[in-house]
């Protein structure tokens, strides 16, 4: 792909907060997308999750259309026959009391925010202003001024500042540390149960129990964020149940909106929900009728085709068919369910380069941290479709070694 007038324009005027790579899409059906030259590719990266269903799953789609004839947005001043059926279904298939829906997962993780900090002057007795909030080195909980002032990312931060205060980080997969940080000021513990854009990083066993354990005993919330690890993509419907967790506070998003719109929602207990009061929180269109239409379907889908059985099934294959690859470049493979990330060697090769490639050979995915490529796929992906995506990373693969053995001989 060489430039065009899409790219041209959008680098014209579209503000460069990302360096997409050069491909342009036009349409999409299920694991596929195509560029406007017609090739066709095999989405790997499933916009960071938000695509778990398939491009226009037909069923999502169908919802979509019907409840926008009917009734698309009317802010939540006034109820809908949409909104509480959406919110208590999703309370009962993750085990929380109550919902408030938010648009995009950064939303759903402000409203955790207030809502940990509230809880904790209001029920647990935190003196004003004291409240601290503890989450992780290499979390990555969204964009929002006060989300980056706690991420350990740098370029995150960069010429953000001041930050608002309240936050302590400690060392990911270390429940020891969660430990020794806990204050009679601490309100909860924010945190991933594996990190995506951390470089798909998963703690070893038994981590986020201790987690837990640990908040029961000391009265500090436990927040999940699973807006990536949430919804079938782990193979389980929330990665926290890997290890039967039941967090007393849940953020949703990307796939909750079925790949069509923005639909995010923080869950939690109650005790702790029952902090929020008319007029403390809002948002404009969280909780569309249309939304709620949406993201009803999107549960629907997964829990009716049995997504969350199939990712499991085809992440094991999908991690299994990785680990097979042999190639030097490769450092590592890891990953859960349908969340599979391959770590290069980038002294021998650009991840950019990389994609690129293998955006040449028909495969869509991106880098995460730099060194790690992310095979997550729509859950709906087939077996075949797995073969054949291996046949290409492999081909990709090949290319690379044959290229950088030849500039060593070169040299
Ligand atoms: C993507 C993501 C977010 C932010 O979601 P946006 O919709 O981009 O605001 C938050 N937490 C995690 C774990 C994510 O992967």
Not at 10 to 25: D, F, K, T
Not at 246 to 251: E, F, Y
């Amino acid at each position: 792909m060489i430039m065009n007038h899409f790219i041209e324009q959008e680098q014209q005027y579209c503000a460069h907060n990302y360096s997409p790579l050069p491909v342009v899409l036009t349409h999409g059906k299920g694991v596929y997308v195509w560029d406007d030259q017609d090739k066709r590719y095999m989405d790997m990266m499933s916009a960071y999750s938000a695509v778990s269903f398939g491009h226009s799953n037909p069923r999502i789609l169908k919802a979509l259309q019907t409840q926008a004839e009917k009734l698309g947005v009317v802010s939540r001043a006034f109820y809908t026959d949409q909104l509480g059926r959406f919110v208590a279904h999703t309370c009962k298939l993750t085990g929380m009391d109550m919902g408030l829906p938010m648009n995009t997962g950064a939303e759903a993780v402000e409203t955790a925010l207030k809502a940990a900090r509230k809880w904790a002057y209001t029920i647990k007795g935190v003196e004003e202003n004291k409240a601290e909030i503890i989450v992780c080195d290499g979390n990555f909980h969204g964009r929002t001024i006060s989300i980056i002032a706690f991420s350990s990312e740098d370029q995150y931060r960069d010429g953000y500042g001041p930050f608002p205060p309240g936050f302590v980080r400690i060392p990911y997969a270390n429940s020891q540390a969660l430990l020794q940080t806990i204050t009679p000021n601490t309100a909860a513990f924010l945190v991933e149960p594996i990190q995506g854009e951390g470089g798909i990083l998963v703690p070893p066993k038994g981590y986020l129990e201790n987690c837990a354990e640990i908040c029961r005993s000391n009265n500090v919330l436990l927040f999940c964020d699973e807006i990536q690890t949430g919804l079938g993509r782990t193979g389980m419907l929330l990665a926290s149940q890997h290890e039967n967790v039941q967090p007393d506070g849940l953020m949703l998003g990307k796939a909750l909106g079925g790949g069509l719109l923005p639909v995010s929602m923080f869950l939690a207990r109650k005790d702790v929900m029952e902090v929020f009061k008319p007029g403390d929180h809002g948002s404009t269109f969280g909780g569309s009728p249309l939304a709620a239409a949406v993201g009803m379907e999107a549960l629907n889908v997964l829990v009716e085709d049995g997504l969350i059985p199939h990712a499991a099934e085809m992440g094991e294959y999908l991690l299994q068919e990785l680990q097979r690859i042999d190639s030097p470049l490769i450092i590592s493979v890891r990953g859960k369910g349908l969340l599979t990330g391959l770590e290069i060697d980038t002294a021998q090769v650009s991840a950019r380069d990389f994609c690129l490639a293998l955006a040449e050979n028909g495969i869509l995915s991106k880098e995460t941290h730099e060194t790690v490529i992310r095979f997550a796929p729509p859950l709906i992906i087939t077996r075949q479709q797995i073969d054949w995506a291996i046949e290409q990373i492999t081909k990709t693969f090949d290319q690379f070694e044959y290229s950088t053995r030849r500039k060593v001989v070169k040299a």
